[in-house]
């Protein structure tokens, strides 16, 4: 295997899509923080050491996961399970990454944000990872909370706080990764099966997933709108979270509708990701502008 071969199955490892979407909710919340750009220093400091944190806790899940892995066809080819990478080098890279990641936030940041970030990994790969992914079929309602950390790192390495919007924003992802998740499990439900994972769709159901879905789309949306009224966010915030929403609650409808297929899910799963960068842009501009 060439170096850069394995350097690909590192970056592969790492889960590079996921860290893109929390390394946006870390940034949101810094501009938010900082009504405007915070120094490109912090900023630069902040995004690396976030990207190692996710990087470690996203190789970690896979070293974990492996026997997963191998069950589920979308899985099959990371690098653990296609014997690209060994557990051992993979758990190695984890711990550096991670150690990496706690010295530059501690030293370069502030410790309140390196000891954020340590508690969203050891809850993402302790508590979700080992614990509830196997055994609930709300891993992801709970388990969720992980994700929803990037925002409190970010306004934390701006004023050595946690502040209103940062706790907004976590609320939001929070309540935005069921339905988000679900609809990607709706998609591939039986390879969970498979795997024998407790995921919502193959334990109660396609129908009553779909339900949950839209439930929990309104709450989300109520959640978000209440920002207004809480003085968190501003009326420019509140008029495009209607739209968004709306739009959200639309996606989700359709996809209860749907009778057979999955390609109101996929529509939704895609929009959800552009919902979530949308809402973090929407509350970046309504804090800089009121």
Sequence with gaps: MTAIARLEDYYELSKPRIIALLLVTTAAAMVMAARGIPSLSLLFWTLLAGALAAA???????????????????????????????RRDATIYAVLAGGASFTIFYLLVNPLA?????????????????????????????????GAVPPLVGWAAVTHTIGGPALGLFALIFLWTPPHFWSLAL???????????PMFPNVYGIERTKREIV????????????LYPLHVMGAFYLAAAAALGGLFVLDAVRTWRE???TLQARKLFRFSLLYLALMCAVMVIDRIVS
């Design 56 to 86: 470690s806790a996203g190789a970690l899940n896979c070293v974990w996961d492996a026997d997963i892995d191998r069950v589920m066809k979308r899985t099959q080819s990371r690098p653990i399970p296609a014997g690209r990478l060994s």
């Design 114 to 146: 390196a000891w954020l970030s340590l508690a969203g990994n050891v809850y993402y790969v302790g508590v979700y990872t080992m614990w509830l992914k196997r055994v609930t079929p709300l891993n992801i309602v709970i388990g969720g909370a992980a």
């Design 187 to 197: 998609m591939t439900e039986t390879e969970y099966g498979k795997a024998k994972v």
């Design 215 to 226: 439930y929990y789309s309104l709450v989300l949306v109520a959640a978000s709108l209440a």
């Design 259 to 261: 009778r057979s297929g």
